[in-house]
């Protein structure tokens, strides 16, 4: 089976450089083109099935990469990105103001820094690795259209990135691209990242 992860396409909120995670952030105009990139390369990808954060940015860059499909896009909640608790809405400037050094910590060790007042990593890593385990039982070659922080979580629940790895710059899911997942035998093997 294959897993194909599509990180939304640019958000009001990434345009504004802002801390964000359960905000929100719709699609700017530039994140519906990115959004219609990651179809027409996906147009080359076999799926039945798609889950997508439920929020807009998710959900509106699912509907994109379905178009023309026999396949319509499920509200997946475990796929949600993190809840950045007080940096919510903070500009980077802002929350270093704020924050002072837990900012560049959490930049640096992304897995072992909690946002103030936020959700663990670890705790997203239970529910994003429940809902890929799912997957797996089931067997049928899946879109997951969610963020950066949930896509990163899928890749280390699937041995193929490290703790480290997370919000590294080799290791970012861009936007417009998606990346591929082979699983057989209980193996995973990273096919393609960021095509």
């Known amino acids: 089976m294959y897993l194909y992860l ?22 700017t105009e530039l994140g519906r083109k990115q959004a219609r990139q990651a179809a027409e390369k996906l147009k080359e ?16 860059t699912a509907m994109i990469c379905t178009e023309g ?19 919510e809405g903070l500009t980077w400037g802002a929350a270093e103001a704020k924050f002072g050094d837990h900012i560049g910590v959490l930049l640096v ?9 936020g959700e663990p990593p670890a705790h997203m890593l239970e529910r994003v ?9 089931r067997g049928e070659d899946t879109l ?8 990163s979580l899928v890749l280390l629940h699937l041995g ?5 790895d997370m919000f590294q710059r080799d290791w970012t899911f861009r936007h417009g691209c998606y990346s591929a997942i082979r699983i057989e035998e209980g193996r995973a093997e990273l096919v393609c990242f960021n095509k």
């Open 69 to 87: 499909r026999y396949v319509v896009p499920q509200a997946c909640p475990a796929i949600l990105e993190q809840d950045m608790g007080e940096l």
């Open 129 to 137: 690795g429940g809902c890929v385990d799912e997957l797996i039982a």
């Open 6 to 27: 599509v990180r939304h396409g640019q958000s009001t909120g990434n345009e504004q450089q802002l801390f964000f995670g359960l905000r929100d952030h719709p699609l």
């Open 160 to 164: 193929l990135a490290g703790e480290g």
């Open 144 to 151: 997951l259209v969610a963020h950066n922080g949930s896509l």
């Open 109 to 117: 060790d992304w897995f072992h820094t909690i946002p103030p007042g």
């Open 45 to 60: 990808a076999s799926f039945s099935r798609c889950l997508s954060s439920p929020l807009s940015r998710a959900w509106d």
